[in-house]
């Protein structure tokens, strides 16, 4: 799970631990997990599926 974090912390240019606190609290706002977290890695769960999209077209 780290490891793709960590792809993303370096594309933005953050550290891995500052993207995954901001991860955890839009979650904790949000009030549901937008990741599901394997040992495989990570993807969207369906709210983060709608998050994301909700967010794509507020921003246009």
């Given amino acids: 799970m780290s490891r793709q974090f960590y792809r993303v912390a370096r594309a933005l240019y953050v550290e891995q631990s500052t993207l995954s606190r901001s ?10 997990p937008i990741f599901e977290r394997t040992r495989a890695g990570v993807k969207l769960t369906f709210a983060g599926c709608i998050s994301f999209k909700t967010q794509s077209r507020l921003s246009q």
Avoid: A
């Fill in 23 to 32: 991860i955890g609290k839009l979650e904790r706002s949000l009030g549901m």
